[in-house]
């Protein structure tokens, strides 16, 4: 029994001799010494396996299902703070005290550079100057796995970002920063993540600086950065990375925009990602096809076209990043990264301690490397699945071209759209669409082209081989996922927290402090966020020209009143009417300096009636 009392067991004989326990509705077993049911203690619970599973897999797993399992298992129903202590036990057991987690972190990271060669793994400390003796306190920490960075360049696009994810531990209320790169058969691989207090221009300098160093230069030269907002971070780049460019996730734009111009039905119409003048004005490949598209979305609505030319070209148009060649693979989202913060949250590591949040985004990369390689086994062909299913879909659509040959450029033109002209070059590899530049896979021209000379029917494996880029070969992509072996490090034994304090060189974890009240279910609003609307926004500031955001508005503003006058519809619909709040006075004597519930006179005038 779980009581030190003694307990009696309530059974029955049965017809055959047998005994067994009575069942019914009243508990089988009570105790002989008081009223008491036998009840489990808060260890019982926590050396439950099932419990232990449940909690390990999934930090946030719901106390009324651990409950539910618990009963289940014993027949016992504990009350729901047994529960959430034996989870916080389990917990503690799993990565240790949160004080004494970052000791286990500094040796982690040792064993983990020493198992995993090229990787680079260390953290920040600021050293305590009231009452520390010399100690040190956690600042921030990093993880660059050296496998994963060798698979982004050498099979991976030219692409990475970078974002970061609230924890939500119950001690440590840090960020998780993660670096994605894309690879050529479409897997996001983090090859960098770690930890830091707040998203500010020091801590992703010092981010930025490390990937720098460790980097291969190269690859970083032809690199592109995906952010969705600043944050700290373009002051960062421009300090680091000067030559390697930012481009904003255009999917946060157009919600800045519907926030600004309101949510009517021509913004529904003509700014949804499926069927948008907004985005047609960011995928135009060339500078003729995207002239067209902002002449068309200023014929709809002048404010929203002004929106977009108020901001930098090159952090948000794909035939920008042609031109400087700077191909983005077809990219023109963060999403890429934004869903490896979402896996974060389901396998857990945003729950858990920093020390065991490292060694949980690292069993992430280890499980994405090992998917990719099964679904390259399983796949067929010379090309990675992804760039088959391109070279399919476009081949459906060569029928509808007609191809006129001279000299070395072959003219594509569409059988009914015949403004649609295209000039290939297959000797240079240069298409006037601009597609095959920037996913660096042969557009319907190139195909039709080389349909047309033969090329194709004569050497298939030639064709792919010249004409898509290395990072979409089935074999090469394969052979770089097997190379790239993660050794994740063994569960060091964490030391108890008096062996910890013993320590000269004891790491102290971040000072925290609980703040009043119900915690914030939203975070402070900055600069970057006019329009109002949930989710991150990007700066609506054109940092080249030094534009206001607020003016920006005010023109947007302008700009949609006049269109709705000469339509004759009613300008005062569709146009963002921030309300401005003048200060607070008193209610008794309007003054500025107090309040009602402060307020002198209100207290005399109460005595008087008094």
């Known amino acids: 029994s779980c009581h030190t009392c003694p307990f009696r067991l309530t059974v029955t004989k049965k017809s055959s001799g047998n005994w067994s326990l009575a069942r019914g509705v009243a508990p089988a077993w009570e105790h002989a010494t008081c009223t008491g049911v036998a009840s ?30 618990t009963a289940m298992a014993t027949g016992v129903v504990p009350s729901m703070s047994k529960i959430y202590r034996a989870k ?24 983990f550079v020493q198992s995993n060669p090229g990787s680079v793994a260390y953290m920040n400390t600021v050293g305590v100057t009231q009452g520390g003796e010399g100690k040190r306190r956690f600042l921030r920490g990093i993880v660059l ?61 010092w981010v930025v600086g490390e990937l720098r160093k460790s980097v291969i230069g190269p690859w970083l030269q032809a690199a592109v950065m995906f952010s969705d907002r600043d944050k700290g971070l373009l002051p960062a780049m421009q300090a680091e990375m000067p030559n390697v460019p930012m481009f904003h996730c255009f999917k946060h734009k157009t919600t800045n925009l519907l926030a600004l111009m309101g949510k009517e039905k021509w913004a529904n119409r003509y700014l949804g990602p499926k069927c ?42 794909v035939y920008k990043s042609i031109e400087d060649e700077r191909p983005l693979y077809g990219n023109a989202t963060s999403n890429f990264v934004e869903s490896e913060c979402a896996r974060a949250d389901t396998n857990g590591a945003r729950y858990m301690t920093p020390c065991e949040a490292m060694d949980r985004m690292l069993m992430q990369v280890v499980e994405i490397v090992g998917n990719g390689v099964d ?56 298409c006037t669409c601009g ?9 319907v021209h190139v195909v039709a082209a080389v349909m047309y000379d033969g090329t194709l029917s004569e050497d298939p494996l030639k064709f792919f081989t010249d004409f898509f880029s290395p990072i979409y070969h089935r074999k090469a992509a394969l052979n ?92 005062t619909v569709g146009v963002s009417t921030t309300r401005t709040r003048g200060p607070y006075r008193c209610s008794v004597c309007q003054s500025t ?18």
């Open 435 to 443: 597609e095959w530049g920037q996913t660096k896979m042969p557009c």
């Open 375 to 430: 679904m390259l086994v399983k796949s067929a062909g010379f090309l990675c699945p992804n760039a088959a299913e391109h070279y399919a879909a476009v081949s459906q659509r060569v029928a509808y071209y007609v191809v006129a040959k001279n000299g070395l450029i072959s003219y594509v033109t569409h059988r009914t759209q015949t403004t649609e002209r295209r000039a290939v070059d297959l000797e240079n590899k240069t």
């Open 593 to 610: 300096t107090h309040n009602a519930k402060t307020c002198d006179k209100k207290r005399k005038d109460g005595d008087s009636d008094d």
């Open 88 to 111: 916080a036990a389990v917990v503690g057991a799993v990565a240790g005290e949160h004080g004494t987690s970052y000791d286990r972190m500094r040796q982690w990271m040792n064993m």
């Open 480 to 571: 770089a996922l097997l190379d790239a072996v993660v050794v994740v490090p063994v569960p060091v034994e964490v030391e108890t927290a008096a062996e910890a304090a013993a320590v000269d060189d004891h790491i102290l974890p971040p000072a925290h402090k609980k703040g009043r009240g119900r915690p914030r279910k939203t975070r402070f609003r900055g600069a970057a966020d006019r329009g109002g609307g949930g989710g991150g926004r990007v700066s609506t500031v054109d940092a080249s020209i030094g534009v206001p955001a607020t003016q920006v508005e005010m023109d947007m503003d302008a700009a949609a009143r006049a269109l709705a006058v000469a339509s004759g519809a009613d300008p």
């Open 276 to 317: 948008g003048l907004v985005w047609a004005c960011c995928k135009a490949k060339t500078l003729a096809d995207h002239n067209t598209a902002i002449a068309a979305l200023k014929a709809v609505n002048a404010g929203a076209a002004a929106y977009l030319q108020r901001e930098d070209v090159k952090t948000w148009a």
């Open 145 to 205: 796995p050296g496998p994963a960075m060798r698979l982004v360049m050498s099979t991976g696009q030219a692409v990475f970002g970078l974002d970061a994810t609230f924890m939500k531990h119950d001690v440590y209320k840090g960020q998780l920063f993660l670096v994605v790169g894309r690879l050529g058969c479409g897997l996001n691989i983090p090859f960098g993540f770690g930890f830091f207090d707040i998203e500010n221009k020091d801590n992703w300098s």
């Open 40 to 69: 489990l203690t808060t260890k019982q619970i926590a050396d439950n396996p099932i419990v232990q599973a449940a909690v390990i897999s999934s930090r946030g797993v719901a106390g009324k299902a651990l409950q539910q399992q």
